[in-house]
């Protein structure tokens, strides 16, 4: 069987300071990957070059079997990548569901074409506003994104991912800076999200953390540490090290 | 509404300069090529986001490319403009990929640089641009026959030819690519993950200005009967970005606006006060000042006020 993400042997140094090394990683189709690790241990690095924002110094990043580490980000997009950011990146002017019909644009030839009023793609609004009921901001599509409060934001990003069925998501952080409530929300609604997406994650932490993933890579100083199963992760004693300093 | 207030500007087009002799036609002529420039400028800066100080290059290289081909080889109008605009735009497509390597203030300082060797060229290759003497003894085309050497003809010729162009512009910017445009303007990177290619948007948008830029240094040519190294210089480039910025970039009204201003302060003030540009820039202060984004957005946010629209209000603020 083929594997959804396959990197092998990925390196990136800043200078002289290797933030990457090594890092392999295999993530079969359907599975929900969490990685783990404290602060400046790679994640997100590691996030920006499996999507192509940072070209690696050396290795191999494949997506269902096919070599991508050559791809520029929007090439790996359209070949079913997608992400969300750590700090929120959308369109603060625009509608949320404007947002998702830009996200919806980005897999669809119409993006090219110069002549015909966007405002007439009702097709593509009717689609981003059931994206958007989906996720439970139905009521919110005409509201400007400026005018949405933080948790509901954090479900924009998501939702604009999901807009355009990858075959695997990325997520950063999906949980930074929410509350106990909005924290809830969104793992219903990862929890929602159909196998045939596979899902990566980013956390700092365990304990907040996603009850539904099924494995876990710990990273630390660029390396990958420790790989499991949640228990064979939480009782490994470079864990307890790492994150309890014993 | 957007329709209504598009046919009322076209009607005042038409009548505003005949209140006035032929000095206040030739004005509207002047008004109606700088709009025009400005508009293609407009495309980069305001719904790329990439500001550009060398756009004069598009409109001089036109002119000049129309003249000279008419000068020295002797060709007529209905071949000089069609090879102006090709050239132009591809040398447009030719600068976009070597200014396209940077955005931002790199972006700026290429295409400065850029408008400026071309600038050079023509104050210096004397063979072929006459150097400082510019090229004189250029003809203004007669579409159908129509002679256009009185002031009200090529008024209306270049009311049309703007129309036209103004339609297409619109029909770009409001479309699903000017809305991935803007996209790309506000948010590059997520539009990058999202998988637009940011480079090919901005790389294409960067041509389809070079072409307006060309059609109105078309108009500018028939309109002066003479092309000089000015036309190609800083001063232009910075003068349309003025237009662009104190009209409100982004909108389709501002850079309209904004040739209006600059072009009536050149023509009609200068004639009371020596120092119109001092004036000039004491209008551009009050303007970043009270209103940063823009005369015309500006505008729009006192009137809805005044309406007394409150949550539209806020909603704009």
């Known amino acids: 069987m083929t594997l959804a993400l396959e990197v092998q042997g990925l390196c990136k140094s800043f200078g002289g300071l290797p933030v990457t090394s090594e890092v392999s990683l295999a ?37 269902f079997g096919s070599e991508v580490i050559h791809l520029r980000t929007d090439q790996r997009a359209q070949q079913g990548m997608a ?11 625009d509608t949320l569901a404007h947002n998702v019909v830009l996200s919806l644009l980005g897999r669809s030839p119409a993006r090219w074409n110069a002549l015909k009023p966007q405002s007439s793609r009702r097709d593509l609004y009717e689609q981003a506003r059931e994206v958007l009921a989906r996720i439970g901001l139905g009521d ?31 997520l950063d952080e999906p949980l930074a800076g929410l509350s106990m409530e909005e924290r809830k929300t969104v793992q219903a609604l990862l929890a929602d999200i159909p196998r045939d997406i ?6 700092h932490d365990m304990d907040t953390s996603l009850a539904l993933a ?8 660029g390396k990958v540490i420790v790989e499991g199963t949640r228990a064979e992760v939480v009782a490994h004693p470079r864990t307890q090290e790492i994150y309890l300093g014993t | 509404m957007k329709r209504a207030s598009f046919v009322i500007f076209l009607a ?16 509207g002529s002047q008004i109606l090529i700088a709009a025009l420039f400005a508009l293609s400028l407009n495309l980069l800066v305001g719904y790329a986001g990439l500001t550009s100080l060398g756009h004069a290059a598009y409109l001089g290289v036109s002119a000049y490319v129309s ?52 600038w050079g060229l023509a104050f210096r290759w004397v063979t072929i641009t006459n150097g400082d003497n510019g090229l004189s003894g250029l003809t203004r085309p007669a579409p159908f026959g129509i002679n256009l050497d009185g002031a009200s003809a090529f008024y209306i010729f270049t009311a049309i030819v703007f129309a036209l162009s103004l339609i297409c512009i619109v029909l770009f910017a409001n479309s699903s690519f000017g809305a991935v445009l803007r996209g790309t303007r506000d948010q590059p990177r997520r539009m990058l993950a999202l998988g637009h290619n940011v480079w090919l948007v901005r790389y294409l948008t960067f041509i389809v200005a070079g072409f307006w830029a060309a059609a109105a240094g078309l108009l500018y040519v028939y309109y002066h009967k003479f092309i000089h190294p000015h036309a190609l210089g800083l001063t232009n480039s910075a003068e349309t970005l003025l237009m662009v910025i104190a009209g409100g970039s982004g909108t389709l009204a501002g850079p309209i606006v904004g040739a209006a201003i600059v072009v009536l302060l050149k023509n009609y003030v200068s004639a009371f006060i020596e120092r ?25 946010r006192i009137w809805t006020r005044l309406t007394g629209d409150k949550a539209k209000s806020q909603e704009l603020a």
């Open chain 1, 27 to 63: 993530v079969e189709p359907g599975e929900r990957r969490l990685i783990i690790g404290p602060n400046g241990a790679g994640k997100t690095t590691l996030f920006n070059l499996i999507a192509g924002d940072l070209t690696a110094d050396a290795g191999s990043i494949k997506l």
């Open chain 1, 83 to 93: 992400r969300t950011f750590q700090i929120i990146t959308l369109f603060p002017k």
């Open chain 1, 140 to 170: 919110l599509a005409d509201r400007p994104l400026s005018q949405v409060s933080y948790g509901e934001k954090r479900r924009v990003e998501i939702a604009m991912a999901l807009a355009q069925q990858p075959r695997l998501l990325l």
């Open chain 1, 198 to 203: 596979t899902l990566v994650m980013i956390e």
């Open chain 1, 214 to 221: 099924e494995r876990i890579t710990l990273l630390h100083y």
């Open chain 2, 12 to 27: 005042v087009l038409l009548v505003l300069p005949w209140l006035g002799g032929d000095y206040y036609i030739n004005l």
């Open chain 2, 67 to 118: 003249g000279w081909l008419f000068l020295k080889l002797g060709w007529g109008h209905a071949m000089t403009a069609p090879a102006a605009l090709l050239l132009t735009t591809l040398m447009a497509a030719l600068f976009g990929l070597i200014a396209l390597r940077a955005s931002g203030i790199g972006f700026l300082m290429i295409t400065l640089a850029l408008g400026q060797v071309l």
């Open chain 2, 276 to 300: 119109w540009t001092m004036l000039l820039g004491f209008v551009f202060l009050m303007i970043v000042m009270f209103m940063p984004d823009g005369l015309v957005p500006g505008l729009q």
